[in-house]
């Protein structure tokens, strides 16, 4: 998994409700006290924006960034660096919702705009660079993917440090296209560099660092190291389920890379019973978010999640053939 480096409130999922309710009170208070046009205004609407991204509701995120764009792009004008973040966080939420061309054409805009305005050393433009990276990868285009994250390496490294979270998220994002690629040890190398980093950043019970070791126990089960990448598959699911709370979605993928080590590991019984909860909640989230999404929304979010189900039926074949109970 990619990381698209998106700033935003380090808060538990638990506190992400009360947060929101505090934002939108000062919201009310800024709105009253500023008007609706006023800078400030808009910055707790980007606020309240982060939240909701952090809690995985995409398209209500969305809303409030693009709120706090139109407002930026009016008072502040179309150079200025804090219009440059709000078109940064509507491409992150284009992303979550699998809508990857349109969040490429805001990183853009983005980008941009901090190379003008900040220079080409700044780790803002780093940021958009990378973001701009995580849209060709995840449009399956790994090559210019890597030379995108090449580049926003570079800079990191040289403004921030090697011990910096966004350098270690870059590099993360390094190893993720050369695992693409089918280069498995250059990128698990990568991956135990950046999750070294992460935990001495964050500490062990921090989402950013169950990606990495989710990262690392993916790269030991293509290299059939099954127990190595079942043991890290746990330790990343519970890390996630701990901070960010079951329903998120990013709570879902390490699921199925357990049922993958089980199913390879002959515990049969476990896997049908991950697999299970796999497809179960994935279609909660899918279903949910049609609730909301407009057609051609649909579509794209679909697009981003059918692959896991194209993969369910073989999947459940095999375990049927060993296990037929």
């Known amino acids: 998994q990619a990381v698209a480096t998106l700033k935003y ?33 808009a ?19 969305l809303e409030y960034h693009s709120r706090a ?15 440059a973040t709000s078109l940064n966080n509507i491409g992150g ?9 349109k969040a ?9 705009i901090r190379k003008s305005a900040l220079g080409e050393t700044h780790p803002d433009y780093a940021s958009s660079l990378n973001n701009i990276g995580s849209c060709y990868s995840d449009l399956g285009d790994y090559g210019k993917a890597l030379k995108f994250y090449q580049e926003s390496s ?13 350098y270690a998220q870059s590099i993360n994002n390094l190893g993720y296209c050369h695992s693409r690629l089918g280069e498995y040890d250059r990128a698990l190398e990568y991956y135990q560099k950046s999750s070294d980093i992460l935990k001495s950043a964050f500490g062990e019970d921090h989402p950013e660092y169950a990606t990495s070791i989710n990262n690392i126990g993916y ?31 990013d709570c879902i993928s390490p699921l199925r890379g357990i049922g993958v080590c089980e199913l390879n590991l002959n515990d049969y019984q476990s896997a049908s019973d991950d697999f299970s909860e796999f497809y179960s909640r994935m279609t909660s989230i ?5 609730g909301y999404l407009p057609n051609r929304s649909r579509i794209k979010y679909w697009n981003m999640y059918a692959p896991y189900f194209r993969y369910q039926l073989p999947m459940l074949s095999r375990i049927l053939q060993s296990y037929p109970s």
């Open 69 to 83: 764009a139109d407002i930026r792009k009016s008072a502040l004008g179309e150079t200025h660096p804090d219009y």
């Open 104 to 112: 490429l054409e805001y990183h853009r805009g983005a980008a941009e």
């Open 154 to 166: 570079d800079i990191f490294k040289s403004a921030l440090g090697e011990d910096s979270p966004e």
């Open 93 to 101: 939420c284009f992303s979550g919702l699998g809508d990857y061309s």
């Open 43 to 61: 910055m707790t609407l980007n606020d309240i924006g982060f939240c909701y991204f952090a809690s995985g509701n995409y398209d209500k995120a």
């Open 9 to 41: 409130q380090d808060q538990g999922h638990s506190d992400l409700g009360k947060a929101i309710s505090n934002f939108e009170t000062i919201a009310e208070i800024r709105k009253e006290l500023l008007g609706e046009n006023h800078p400030d205004y």
């Open 286 to 290: 899918v279903v949910s978010a049609f």
């Open 219 to 249: 790269c030991h089960s293509l290299l059939g190291d099954y127990r190595d990448a079942l043991e890290l598959f746990k330790k990343s699911l519970a890390i996630r389920k701990s901070f960010l709370g079951d329903n998120h979605p």
